[in-house]
């Protein structure tokens, strides 16, 4: 009895050292795509919707917020009732609210980070028209925090750079804490954590697997200053 207890237990223990030694040979990092391009870090993605009042929503806010410096812009955005995504704004200039496509149209050179506050096929594939009517995948992240539309969108336009949600981000950040990062399997180029989730650790582990780190934090400038000395590839700052 006690010599077929011990032969299970060393069974178990060579089947888990060769299933280690295959993910290790296998697990390769993510490739980060051109929205990642290393040359433009770090990146500080500002929201004009928390930064401005009642034309919070406007193209004229955009563009002064793009004056203070911003590398891109974090758009929160939801489906109007004519179809289209509408950006989000926390002032009251609902009326003259900005639609997705036009936002990239009127700023082609920048890049966002595009936030579906309400996940729907509807609003996935609006989000798809809007991107692929102005040709923007490349300089597009999209944060679809439902695991099944995610999927979906990754399956349909594995160009367009995607983070990772509220789930694969507790499934990196328990990988990481056991120390298993060489084991992780990435499943997106993005990582978006709150400041107070966020360390020089993480940021490490998550560069070794090809994951670049978005820190969500307030818009002060010695603390996205800090953030990026601790190793975030960028800032969205709200």
Not at 61 to 74: I, L, N, S, W
Not at 174 to 184: A, E, K
């Amino acid at each position: 009895m006690r010599q077929g207890l011990v032969r299970l237990i060393l069974l178990v223990i060579v089947l888990l050292v060769i299933f280690g030694v295959y993910r290790l040979l296998t697990v390769e990092p993510i490739e980060a795509g051109v929205f990642f391009d290393p040359a433009s870090k770090p990146l500080v993605f500002l929201n004009p919707g928390a930064t401005t009042d009642d034309a919070a929503a406007t193209l004229a806010a955009f563009a002064g917020t793009q004056r203070t410096g911003a590398a891109g812009f974090f758009a929160p955005v939801s489906l109007n009732s004519d179809g289209q995504l509408t950006f989000v704004s926390d002032g009251e200039g609902a009326s003259q609210a900005v639609n997705l496509p036009a936002l990239l149209e009127a700023f082609p050179d920048v890049r966002f980070v595009v936030e579906l506050t309400e996940p729907s096929l509807q609003s996935l594939a609006a989000l798809l028209q809007a991107v692929d009517s102005q040709n923007a995948r490349d300089r597009v992240l999209a944060v679809v925090d439902d695991q099944q539309l995610v999927d979906t969108l990754r399956g349909q336009a594995p160009d367009l750079a995607t983070a990772m949600t509220a789930a694969e981000t507790d499934s990196f950040l328990l990988t990481s804490r056991l120390r298993l990062t060489p084991f992780y399997r990435p499943v997106a180029p993005a990582l978006l954590l709150p400041a107070d989730q966020f360390s020089q650790p993480i940021a490490t582990a998550a560069h070794s697997s090809g994951v670049s780190v978005f820190v969500v934090s307030p818009g002060d400038s010695a603390a996205v200053q800090r953030l990026i000395d601790q190793g975030a590839d960028g800032v969205v700052a709200q």
